[in-house]
């Protein structure tokens, strides 16, 4: 996946914003290390400096890591794959905002977090969950399929019961987990047409600039409000704790 990070620092921060709750959840403190797992272009791990813990950024997009080195040059961030992490005892907590979601080794993402924390080290994340997107996602394969054959998805939204299994079989006892609708405001006329570009834009890949248009008239009656476009995004928040 390839981040145009200009769009996305422009058009989208209500990622990392509406991630602030999820800091607040994580509750950090100084004197704390901390993995900011899939920290994009750097604000929250920002945020989570602020307390006093020292934070290391990791992501596996060139272009993020690269923004987020410019952002916060005081900061530590490394490029790589979540699957592949090599820490060990390492960190009094892990931290996860709208990132694991595109993570589609789950297991091996959750066994890397598992060995990267400290026994008693608390996992404390967000991301999309089970119908994340839905009606999105359905007007987008409404529309390419009668172009071509679908491409396989590139997103990974699971359901409660289904991530918890995963923690829980690698070691991290979950305390609190809950999937929950959040309607995602999107910023002015051509919000939707952004978000598009900035998240699924694969899927256009080789077909006419009409196919997007098209997603997004049949969008506009279901998410198009007086108050501008809204994403149906659904949430799947949990803290867990290594034993």
């Not at 307390?51 to 490394?78: C, H, T, Y």
């Not at 394969?141 to 079989?169: A, G, M, N």
């Not at 279901?222 to 949990?238: E, N, Q, T």
């Amino acid at each position: 996946m390839s981040w145009d990070t200009e769009l996305y620092e422009a058009r989208h921060n209500f990622v990392w914003k509406m991630g602030e709750g999820v800091v607040e959840l994580l509750a950090p403190r100084a004197g704390e290390r901390i993995l900011d797992l899939g920290c994009g272009p750097g604000q929250l791990t920002q945020k989570i400096s602020e307390s006093g813990a020292e934070v290391v950024g990791v992501d596996s997009s060139p272009s993020m890591i690269g923004q987020a080195r410019q952002n916060f040059p005081k900061l530590r961030f490394i490029l790589q794959d979540a699957a592949s992490m090599t820490f060990e005892n390492e960190f009094d907590a892990v931290f996860s905002n709208a990132a694991l979601h595109w993570m589609l080794d789950p297991v091996a993402v959750v066994s890397a977090v598992s060995k990267a924390l400290k026994p008693g080290g608390r996992f404390v994340a967000e991301m999309g969950g089970k119908g994340n997107i839905q009606t999105i996602v359905s007007a987008i394969h409404e529309v390419v399929k009668k172009y071509h054959p679908l491409p396989p998805s590139r997103q990974y939204y699971p359901s409660v019961s289904e991530y918890t299994s995963i923690l829980e079989s690698h070691g991290l006892e979950v305390r609190t987990a809950q999937l929950f609708d959040r309607p995602t405001p999107l910023e002015g006329d051509a919000g939707m047409e952004n978000w598009l570009k900035q998240f699924k834009l694969y899927y256009f890949e080789g077909l006419p600039p009409t196919a997007l248009q098209e997603v997004i008239s049949l969008l506009r009656p279901k998410l198009h409000k007086p108050s501008g476009w809204l994403a149906d995004y659904r949430r799947l928040r949990f803290i867990a704790v290594k034993l």
